[in-house]
């Protein structure tokens, strides 16, 4: 029996405008998990998960991008296309919620397999697995969500660069808060390229969120919460005119900022899915996550952001 592990994500900063090339911020959200483990049993390749119970060949289309990632493993690997192994799926990452779900899994699941047939998996096999698991599971992936949940460290990214950790040194807390709607990353990401097609000017939202992503990466170095709060109160502005929010992201992103946040923002591909409020204390975080729930939040979560 073997066993492969993977956290959720949150983009502090930089969602969509990271798939043009602008830089992104993203922490390991630890709060969330997803385990996998790989045992031989049948003459099979079969999946349990809370969605799923059955053969893997049989899986409806909509476990694409899941498939893919086993699939690709065990060619990868060498091993036979359909293995007598049962592989189990535990998540705590709600699913298309913003929070990295299919990249995580796929993750413990390249992890998971490639501990079983004893291989070492390296960073470069794992990224390529799971980005191309990714592009499958939404379009265009700039590959921030296989990059933050296959690491322990909150990372800049930018496509097609080498990955930066970055030392958080902000004395502040994230609330998480989800809005109980499933994202819609796919479509999302879809409409924004459409959006750049028909209108160029929206490439000045783009342009905009690159350049507060880049002033967040300042404050973040030099623990100034409150002007980090102000670029998220910023960059929700421009991604709502890109057309990636919704009433229940705006709903909870206004609740936040009148209930005492020093900023807020929709987190990921957005229109449903989960949003994010900066507080600078955690009284201050515990008492944001009552008004999140007040509002119809249907889950919250705190991370310590400088931990
Ligand atoms: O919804 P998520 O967690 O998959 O985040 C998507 C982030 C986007 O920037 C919208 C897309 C991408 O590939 O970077």
């Known amino acids: 029996m073997s066993q492969g592990h993977a956290g959720g994500k949150i983009i502090l900063m930089g969602e969509h405008a990271v798939v043009y090339g602008y830089p992104a911020i993203a922490l390991p959200f630890s709060a969330v998990q997803v ?35 086993i699939r690709l493993s065990l060619y990868r690997l060498g091993a036979p296309t359909d293995p ?12 298309e919620r913003g929070m990295g779900s299919s990249a995580a899994v796929a993750v413990a699941i390249a992890r998971a397999l490639f501990a079983f047939y004893g291989k070492d998996l390296s960073d470069k ?4 697995i799971v980005q191309s698991a990714e592009a499958i599971a939404h379009g265009n992936p700039s590959g921030v969500d296989a990059a933050t ?16 950790h970055l030392e958080l040194c902000l004395d502040a807390y994230l609330v998480v808060a989800d809005t109980g709607k499933m994202g ?23 342009v905009a969120l690159g350049t507060l992503t880049q002033q967040a ?6 623990n100034q919460a409150d002007k980090l709060g102000q670029v998220m109160n910023q960059a929700h502005h421009h991604l709502q005119i890109l057309g990636v929010s919704d009433e229940a992201l705006d709903k909870l992103v206004e609740v936040a900022q009148e209930g ?14 989960c949003m994010i409020a900066l507080a600078d204390t955690r ?6 996550v009552m008004v999140l729930k007040e509002a119809g939040a249907s889950q919250t979560w705190i991370q310590q952001i400088g931990e």
């Open 84 to 95: 007598g192994l049962h592989i189990e799926i535990e998540s705590t990452i709600p699913p």
């Open 283 to 288: 009284k201050k975080a515990d008492d944001l």
């Open 217 to 222: 990466r300042l404050y973040l170095a030099t």
């Open 149 to 164: 949940t296959s690491g322990q460290k909150p990372i800049w990214f930018v496509k097609g660069s080498e990955l930066e």
């Open 125 to 128: 096999e794992l990224w390529e």
């Open 184 to 206: 819609q990353t796919l479509s999302a990401v879809e409409d924004v390229a459409d959006l750049l097609c028909t209108q160029p000017d929206a490439e000045a939202e783009l």
């Open 35 to 69: 385990q996998v483990t790989v045992e031989e049993k049948g003459d099979s390749l079969s999946l349990s998960c809370a969605l799923y119970q059955g053969l893997v060949h049989e899986m409806p289309r909509v476990w694409e991008s899941l498939k893919h990632a």
């Open 260 to 273: 005492g946040a020093l900023g807020a923002k929709l987190t990921g591909g957005g229109r449903g899915g």
